[in-house]
């Protein structure tokens, strides 16, 4: 999936090795209502558009694989997934660390030092999340083309004409990455979350959720910065943590895949 300005398009290899593209112009709802593209709200904003428009590529996507033999989702069985994804989701990154704090602030007298254990804490089942995802092949080829979909980026950003020789030289990690914004997510969360005291367990998990957007808006702030300062040293050594996670959801990919993505990138710019 390519976005640019208020174009998206999502290219998908189907059974046959033909390339379906579905295209749509879109303006996002930062450029509808001006209040909601101001510095920080507009993060979240972001955040929840791409979520959107993500899932309805990933079915897009899912329903071109299914053969004539194959049984089609019903809405709701894909509505449901989704909710049982975010439910997991808030359980495994909101109320276990919740819990843990709970746990351990008896024994860790330094506030802020108990917020840098939970976010460990987070950041562990993260990387065991990630850890699982490569054991599926799966999602070892959604990883393939994520990597073609950032150097397809990098090449464009490059002034590169898009074939697949050119595309092939570039990294396959992008600062402007998914990846490196979770990673930045919890590290501004623990900073966040120092700042709310000691509350008992059913506070904090009520405090974070409250908070979700407010975190999300600075990371978008923070990311949209490294960004368009990527070559300066210092934002370099900032953004080195989540170009390294980029090593697990990002592959190197295969012409075909470099190819879908060379077809979605084309009808964005």
Known sequence: ?????????????????????QEQYYVPLTKRYKFLGLPVMRGSVTLLEMMVIGMKCLMYSA?????????KPKKWEMTLSVIIGLGMGILFFVVVPAY???????????TILLNIIEG???????????????????????FMYHGAEHKTVFAWENGQELTVDNIRKFSTRHPRCGTSFVLVVMITAILIFSLLGRPDFVHRVFYKLLLLPVIAGISYEIIRFTGRKRDLKWVQILSWPGLLLQKITTKEPTDDQIETAIAAMKKVI
């Open 1 to 21: 999936m390519m976005r640019h300005g208020n174009k998206i398009a999502a290219a998908v290899r189907k059974p046959d090795r033909e390339i379906a593209i």
């Open 63 to 71: 329903e071109l694989a299914l053969t004539e033999n194959d049984v």
């Open 100 to 110: 843990c704090f709970s746990v351990l602030k008896g024994f860790v007298s330094s």
């Open 120 to 142: 460990f804490i987070r950041l562990g089942i993260f990387l065991c999340f990630l850890g699982t995802t490569l054991l599926m092949e799966d999602m070892r080829r959604v």
